[in-house]
């Protein structure tokens, strides 16, 4: 599913459980929102993912909501390796903020 900043803006009260910054080729950036309403990637008027240049600009952009934690993740291009056995390769993920309960 997606969600504009204009609907984030209209939910009051809005916690975010777990923001995702996911990091793709090209030193470009998406947000992946995690909610009581389930995963959420955050997407322009067109319905086209929102892409950053940091994850600063990530962070800056969502900063007047309430985010319990923050992890920036980083896919693993191994498995695309040529002659690589295919596996599931788990992604990096960074934890960059956490509130305390």
């Known amino acids: ?3 504009t900043l204009d609907q984030l803006n ?3 009260s809005l916690v975010i459980d777990r ?3 996911l990091s793709l080729e090209g030193q470009q950036y ?3 929102l995690h909610g009581p309403e389930g995963l959420k990637v955050l997407s322009d008027r ?11 600009q990530v962070q800056a952009l969502l900063s007047a909501f309430t985010v ?3 992890e920036v993740v980083h ?3 191994y498995h695309e390796m040529i002659g690589m056995t295919e596996t599931d390769v788990e992604p990096l993920r960074i934890q960059i903020q956490r509130r305390r309960s």
């Open 1 to 3: 599913m997606r969600i």
């Open 10 to 12: 209209e939910q009051h």
């Open 19 to 21: 923001l995702e910054i």
């Open 30 to 32: 998406i947000a992946r």
């Open 46 to 56: 067109h319905g086209q993912a929102c892409l950053f240049r940091s994850t600063a």
């Open 68 to 70: 319990l934690q923050t």
């Open 75 to 77: 896919p693993s291009a």
